[in-house]
């Protein structure tokens, strides 16, 4: 039988001038001093097991080196380097868990200018630390390590003191780095449109196979059966599948509930292809057709994420499509007589808070919650400016609506009812392009397809 899903992407080639391109960047912003990152080791889930691996964003993004345990230092200067920490060559190991690249490797393969096993870290890397006025180091979720660095920082400048100007000052990466991963070169955003090509694969496959009867986890199910099956590395976050007021709860993902005619279908999934991610939300009628309150909330988010997406432009400041977004809403929502007072008032009191508390959207890439700064150093009237929309950038585009049981003063019709609509969006030179605009969100075309599933038994099998 023919492969009935859409082209099936393989594992990305391993390309080193691409890594070393991007380093030459680094450099650039980093002068004469110094940066550490790293890989940490396996995370423990029980027992003897561990989790799949999954390298750190910032060191795959500067050398593709995907092994656990690893400490990477850029040293910049007149002649920058790289040197790597890795775990060395081990054929007992090797036998159980795969091929390390070692200390050769690391120099053959990654580029290293220098490369050391993993564990001469502490002997080693105060010497890189004194030619530096400033460390960039970025404080992981590794306590141990961190103290490592610290101390070594701690060391080195107490070497350095008596013979010329210390290193005294520890700065995060975030800054640097995601001023760079902020804008997506040529292989990055091929990557995002197959993670976003397979997403919204996947988003149409469950429109096509939910019904009434089923558990939430059998949903999710077929989300991850086409992300495995066209090479995405499986899920970008745990996959949301929330039916009726489940979809009310921002973060649920529990998915064990069973789905119910009459209610909608809340869907946040997304495919991680080549350690880049996508992020789609839809939410379509577990019957054939919108309730006609179901209906007048999607048609409103609907309309805020339309206007919102238009809003996202070269030059934009990062907010301005959150502001059109929630200008519809609060206008929808007032003629829904959700909510009273004019638009001014309403923005300054919040009280939209009730029904939306969420930003309409988050810079996205090698992270889902891509690790970009939000905010320039530039102030106006004493705040801080929102960076600017350029071209490379990716968005995602989220308004929704939620009408928990539990919310007070509001008509029964609407109980339960949560809505979120999100496509990921590339910000171009004339504009933007919808990255998932393949997955279905007009109602037309989600009824047309709800129909059709329900009628031929699709969902049976
Ligand atoms: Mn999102």
């Not at 991850?224 to 590395?233: I, M």
């Not at 996202?312 to 007589?337: C, M, N, S």
């Not at 009273?340 to 939209?352: H, N, Q």
Request: hydrophobic share 40%.
């Amino acid at each position: 039988m023919p492969n009935r899903f859409g082209e099936v992407f393989p594992p990305p080639a391993f390309d080193p001038e691409r890594y070393a391109r991007r380093r030459r960047q680094a450099f650039k912003q980093l002068g004469d001093d110094v940066m550490i990152l790293y890989n940490p080791p396996e995370a423990h889930r029980t027992h003897d097991l561990y989790y799949r691996y999954r390298p750190d964003s910032d060191v795959y993004y500067l050398t593709g080196f995907e092994e656990p345990d690893a400490v990477i230092v850029l040293v910049g200067g007149a002649a920058p380097r790289l040197a790597m920490f890795v775990r060395p060559r081990d054929p007992e190991r090797e036998t159980w868990d795969g091929a390390r690249a070692g200390v050769e490797g690391a120099k053959a393969l990654y580029g290293a200018d220098e490369a050391f096993p993993i564990d001469a870290l502490d002997t080693r890397i105060g010497g890189y630390l004194e030619a530096a006025q400033t460390l960039y180091f970025k404080f992981g979720r590794d306590e141990r390590l961190n103290q490592r660095v610290i101390a070594a920082f701690r060391a080195a400048a107490h070497r350095r003191h008596r013979q010329g100007p210390a290193p005294s000052i520890i700065r995060d990466t975030l800054p640097l780095l995601g001023r760079l991963r902020l804008v997506k070169d040529a292989d990055e955003i091929e990557r995002m449109r197959r993670a976003a090509d397979i997403a919204a694969e996947a988003h149409l496959w469950a429109m096509q196979r939910a019904a009434p009867g089923q558990y939430e986890f059998q949903i999710e199910a077929e989300l991850e059966y086409v992300f495995r099956k066209r090479g995405a590395l499986g899920s970008s976050y745990t996959s949301i599948v929330g039916g009726g007021a489940n979809a009310t709860v921002l973060h649920y993902n529990a998915n064990n509930s069973l789905l119910r005619d009459g209610e909608l279908l809340l869907i946040d999934a997304g495919a991680e292809y080549g350690y880049y991610a996508s992020d789609i939300t839809r939410t379509f009628p577990l019957g054939k057709r919108f309730t006609p309150a179901q209906r007048e909330i999607y048609e409103l988010v609907l309309a805020a994420q339309k206007a919102a997406i238009a809003a996202v432009q070269p030059g934009a400041r990062f907010d301005e499509y959150h502001q059109v977004a929630l200008e519809t809403l609060i206008e929808g929502l007032r003629d829904l007589k959700l909510l009273t007072g004019s638009l001014d008032e309403i923005k300054e009191k919040k009280t939209y808070l009730r029904f939306y508390m969420h930003r309409a959207g988050h810079w996205l890439g090698s992270d889902v919650h891509d690790a970009c700064a939000y905010f320039t150093s530039e102030t106006e009237n004493g705040s801080f400016l929102y960076e600017k929309l350029r071209p490379g950038c990716v968005v995602t585009v989220e308004p929704g609506l939620y009408f928990a049981p539990s919310l007070k003063g509001m008509p029964k019709r609407y109980a339960g009812i949560g809505v979120r609509i999100e496509d990921d969006v590339l910000v171009t030179r004339a504009g933007n392009e919808i990255l998932t605009a393949a997955a279905p969100k007009e109602v037309e075309e989600i009824e047309a397809i709800r129909h059709a599933a329900l009628s031929d038994g699709v969902c049976a099998r």
